[in-house]
């Protein structure tokens, strides 16, 4: 059974900096591309920010491009998310989720990001 176990999060002023963490359990980690989505209130969960296997290719929302940063340490079976210059637009509940072909099978709990203005 996978595991996605996320952490980081919280609240931040507008322009501040968060990193958020998941940590997976199982042996597949290091062959599966990984992502990031984020659900506002009232909005569907969208899609922010990806990572095939070796970590050699990334994928960003153009909303969060030049902002956010997503990477992956294999042998932590850890992928991250540094979000830098935020904006209270960017407030949203985060999940994690690891990819399988053209779907993501597994999530995280989800953690929420608040910007303040």
């Known amino acids: 059974q996978v595991q996605l176990v996320q952490s980081g999060g919280g609240l931040v002023q507008t322009g501040g900096s968060l990193r958020l963490s998941c940590a997976a359990s199982?042996?597949?980690?290091?062959?599966?591309?990984m992502g990031w989505f984020r659900q506002a209130p009232g909005k569907e969960r969208e899609f922010v920010a990806a990572?095939?296997?070796?970590?050699?290719?990334?994928y960003y929302a153009d909303s969060v491009k030049g902002r956010f940063t997503i990477s992956r340490d294999n042998a932590k079976n850890t992928v991250y998310l540094q979000m830098n210059s935020l904006k209270p637009e960017d407030t949203a509940v985060y999940y994690c989720?690891?990819?399988?072909?053209?779907?993501?099978?597994?999530w995280g709990q989800g953690t929420q990001v608040t910007v303040s203005s």
């Open positions: 989720g690891r990819g399988t072909g053209d779907e993501y099978d597994y």
């Open positions: 199982g042996r597949s980690f290091s062959t599966k591309a």
């Open positions: 990572i095939n296997w070796s970590g050699s290719s990334t």
